[in-house]
């Protein structure tokens, strides 16, 4: 296990991450100048079809400006600023990369957040948080890191309140082996897919029932054409992330959605309480 988390901290290791972005920022304006997510979006949304995936994903779980939300693997904390910045809530988010975080923190500096919206160096196996502590756990394109699905599930059940929602949208095995290298994974050692149908079932094992799960894949696919019609995928800028091999990644990405190998899951789950389960 010790060896597969470090391979993963290999994968995200960003060394010298937040002076890039600085560098990269320096478009907007002088340092002192305040930004919106939206200006940040081509640089921290992470994962398929971008700030338009957060958006829906928010939408389905309900989330208001009194729910408590915990984004789980935030990266440098694009969905959790859009989350604070488009309703008002509160958002916690952990990520394994030390450099990820402290560039969530930077850019959350930058966009006036950091009193609604805070990061920490976190393992999602081992959550640093006591229990029922959230409303809403978001999970966005993480569980293919995590060898330890039950382990997962179990934590994020854990520090979410009875009738809390766990909101995911991840990438799932459909058929075949994948074209590595991708965004998440360079080799299948640190990979870890799953089938849809197995992902709701193990996060229903860990105490959730399903509210709504669907299959998201055309609409990634259909992101995917868009972007390798309109130049090199997704966006040059992520590189600045991501390393400078990030466009070969996210081009097999592409690859692996429209062959069928991949497919993209988007679903809420409720959290049941023990005395129901």
């Avoid at 972007?227 to 996210?250: E, H, W």
Wanted: glycine share 10%; proline share 5%.
């Amino acid at each position: 296990m010790t060896d597969v988390l470090e391979g993963v901290r290999t994968h995200y290791r960003a060394i010298g991450l937040t002076e890039r972005l600085k560098t990269v920022l320096a478009v907007f304006g002088p340092e002192g100048q305040r930004l919106t997510s939206q200006q940040l979006s081509a640089l921290d949304q992470f994962h398929t079809r971008g700030l338009a995936a957060t958006a829906e994903l928010a939408k389905l779980a309900g989330i208001t400006a009194d729910t408590s939300v915990l984004d789980v693997g935030s990266g440098i904390g694009g969905p959790a600023r859009y989350l604070a910045e488009t309703f008002g809530c509160r958002v916690a988010g952990i990520d394994l990369s030390e450099p990820f975080v402290d560039a969530a923190r930077y850019l959350t500096e930058r966009t006036g957040q950091a009193g609604q919206v805070s990061f920490q160096t976190a393992s999602a196996l081992a959550l640093p948080f006591d229990d029922a502590r959230f409303d809403v756990v978001l999970l966005q394109h993480v569980a293919m890191n995590i060898a330890d699905r039950a382990q997962l599930y179990r934590e994020i059940r854990r520090v979410l309140k009875s009738g809390g929602k766990l909101a995911t949208f991840d990438v799932v095995l459909n058929g075949g082996d994948p074209h590595y290298p991708v965004p998440w994974a360079r080799t299948p050692e640190t990979s870890f897919l799953l089938t849809a149908d197995a992902t709701c079932e193990a996060i229903e094992q860990a105490g959730f029932h399903t509210l709504t799960a669907h299959d998201d894949t055309e609409a990634a696919k259909n992101w995917a054409a868009q972007l390798r019609a309109s130049g090199p995928p997704p966006s040059p800028n992520l590189g600045v992330v991501m390393g400078p091999d990030f466009a070969q990644l996210a081009a097999n990405l592409g690859r692996n959605l429209m062959e069928g190998r991949l497919g993209i899951l988007m679903a809420v789950f409720e959290a049941v309480s023990k005395s129901a389960r």
